[in-house]
């Protein structure tokens, strides 16, 4: 769904080669990777990632999806 927001559409995976590697080997993957750490996100006219040692240009969109762990048994309670 990233893909139609914008013309280039880069993956910040904060450090994790194995997210970047498995994903670039899809055959015709459209994405680039950001592997290092990310040591601080702004917002300051558009939204700027900038990785461990490096100054990143502003990107226009920023979208997060962190690992979510239920602590409970939720989701076989409703049969999901």
Do not use: C, W
């Not at 100054?55 to 602590?71: S, Y």
């Amino acid at each position: 769904m990233a893909r139609h927001l914008g013309k280039e559409v880069i993956i910040y995976t904060n450090g994790d080669s194995s997210l970047a590697s498995g994903v670039s080997a899809m055959v015709n993957n459209p994405f680039s990777f950001g592997v290092r750490m990310i040591t601080q996100m702004r917002v300051a006219g558009g939204r700027q990632v900038t990785p461990h040692q490096r100054h990143a240009p502003l990107q226009g969109f920023l979208a997060h999806r962190p690992f979510i762990n239920f602590n409970g048994p939720f989701a076989e309670q409703l049969g999901l």
